[in-house]
C-alpha cells in the first residue's frame, strides 16, 4: 500500500509556479535588456525612422498638431476678409470682392497641403533619424519611468505608447 504524501502536491505546484512565471521572467530580462539600456533601446528603435509607415503616422500627427496650432482658415478668412475691405474702399466692384472671399477655401487647402508636403518631406529626410534619435535617446529614460506610471513625456495608456513630438515639430516649425 502507497501513501500520498506532499511530494506529489509540491511537485505539481512548483511546475505550475515554473509555467507561469516563466513568461514573466522573460519580459523582465526583455525589459532590462532594451528598454533600460539606452543605446540598444536606441538601436532597436533607429530603423523606424525610415519604415514609410511609422513616417506616416509621424507626418500625419505632426501635420495636424502645426496646423491645429495655428487655424490656417480663421487666418485666412481675416486675411482675406480685409483685403476685401480694402478693395471695396478703393472702388473694387462688389462681385469682386465676393470672389477674394470665396479664395478662403482653396487657399486654406493650399496651405495645409504645402504643410502637410513639407513635414512629409522633412520626416523622410535624413535630419528626421537624426532627430529620430535625439527623441528616442531622450524619451528612453522617461519611457523607463512611464513603466511605473510616474511619467509625463512618454505615457502608456490602453496598451498604446505615446512619445512628446514636441522637439520634431519645433524643427519642423524652423524649416516651415
Same mark, same amino acid.
Given at each position: 500500500r502507497r501513501e500520498f504524501g506532499w511530494r506529489p502536491f509540491g511537485s505539481a505546484t512548483a511546475i505550475t509556479l515554473g509555467c507561469i512565471l516563466a513568461p514573466v521572467a522573460v519580459l523582465s530580462a526583455w525589459l532590462q535588456s532594451v528598454v533600460v539600456d539606452t543605446d540598444r533601446y536606441v538601436e532597436t528603435? %533607429? =530603423?523606424?525612422a525610415d519604415d514609410p509607415a511609422v513616417q506616416s503616422l509621424i507626418s500625419d500627427a505632426v501635420s495636424n498638431q502645426i496646423l491645429t496650432? *495655428? +487655424?490656417v482658415q480663421a487666418l485666412v478668412d481675416q486675411s482675406l476678409g480685409a483685403l476685401a475691405d480694402v478693395g471695396a474702399e478703393q472702388g473694387l466692384p462688389e462681385r469682386a470682392t465676393e470672389r477674394i472671399e470665396g479664395l %478662403? !477655401? =482653396?487657399i486654406a487647402s493650399g496651405i495645409e497641403g504645402f504643410v502637410s +508636403?513639407? &513635414? %512629409?518631406?522633412f520626416v523622410a529626410s535624413d535630419r528626421f533619424a537624426e532627430i529620430w534619435e535625439t &527623441?528616442?535617446?531622450e524619451s528612453d529614460p522617461q519611457l523607463n519611468v512611464a513603466? @511605473? !506610471?510616474e511619467s509625463v513625456a512618454v505615457q502608456i495608456e490602453s496598451g498604446? &505608447? @505615446? *512619445?512628446r513630438l514636441a522637439l /520634431? /515639430? +519645433?524643427r519642423v516649425k524652423e524649416r516651415l
Open positions: 528603435m %533607429a =530603423p523606424l496650432s *495655428i +487655424d %478662403a !477655401g =482653396p +508636403d513639407r &513635414v %512629409a518631406q &527623441v528616442n535617446r513603466f @511605473t !506610471g498604446e &505608447v @505615446t *512619445i /520634431i /515639430i +519645433d
